[in-house]
């Protein structure tokens, strides 16, 4: 079965205390990315990577890190959390970047920063 | 940058009755998708529509797009109770982020 799977679905954890959220696919896609959501603001791009070692900042970049060693793996790394991260995280992904085909999402991971 | 916003933000309908939501981006665009969510869970993909299309089907789902006005509709057709979540189109330009509006709640009451 495609999908897009993230780890954990729910996250709850101290300011400053380095975590990371998991995103895994088993569709071969070459375009991964990762979204946070935040009531009215629908959501917004984090990092995305356009093939294996191939990352941008999208949106909202400040306060995260990812890496793209694998063609299935798209970590998304919060070195120093802070409350303001607490949000609905989202890893997506496709097979192309172009806008052309549909975008897979993971279920999402809940972060809550206290 | 938020390039696409819907309208309207909320809606609620009866069931059997039809919705339709909005959505108004800002930049030029290769294609425009509309996703649905259910309750905090991952989207969904609706329906692609490319910029050289001017109206899509699916079902019961019709999406039309209109580039002179830079907006896009989607209209859900004899909605169901299990049409209830939040909406959101997507505007996908090569080379750039994808990028999200805020969405539709949409409510189908019994």
């Known amino acids: 079965e495609a999908q897009v799977t993230q780890n954990p679905r729910y996250l709850i954890t101290v300011t400053g205390k380095k975590l990371t959220v998991t995103c895994s696919q088993n569709?071969?896609?070459?375009?991964m990315s990762w979204y946070r959501q935040d009531p009215g603001l629908g959501l917004r791009q984090i990092y995305y990577?356009?093939?294996?070692?191939?990352?941008d900042k999208g949106d909202v970049p400040e306060g995260y890190k990812v890496s793209r060693k694998e063609k299935r793996n798209f970590p998304l790394i919060l070195e120093s959390p802070s409350p303001n991260q607490t949000s609905l995280y989202f890893c997506?992904?496709?097979?192309?970047?172009?806008?052309?085909?549909?975008?897979?999402f993971g279920q999402g991971t809940r972060l809550t920063v206290v | 940058s938020q390039q696409g916003e819907e309208d309207p933000q909320a809606l609620s309908i009866q069931e059997g009755e039809n919705a339709t939501m909005n959505c108004s981006y800002k930049?030029?665009?290769?294609?425009l998708q509309w996703y649905r969510q259910n309750s905090g869970r991952g989207l969904v993909h609706l329906i692609l529509?490319?910029?050289?299309?001017r109206e899509k089907h699916s079902g019961r789902l019709r999406v039309t797009l209109d580039t002179s006005k830079k907006s896009s509709s989607l209209l859900i057709t004899a909605s169901r109770a299990a049409d209830t979540a939040s909406y959101f189109c997507a505007t996908l330009n090569y080379g750039q982020n994808f990028v999200f509006g805020p969405g539709t709640r949409l409510s189908v009451l019994p």
């Open positions: 990577s356009m093939n294996v070692e191939v990352t």
């Open positions: 569709m071969n896609h070459e375009y």
């Open positions: 997506a992904s496709s097979s192309s970047g172009t806008g052309s085909t549909e975008a897979f």
């Open positions: 930049t030029s665009i290769n294609n």
């Open positions: 529509i490319r910029s050289n299309e």
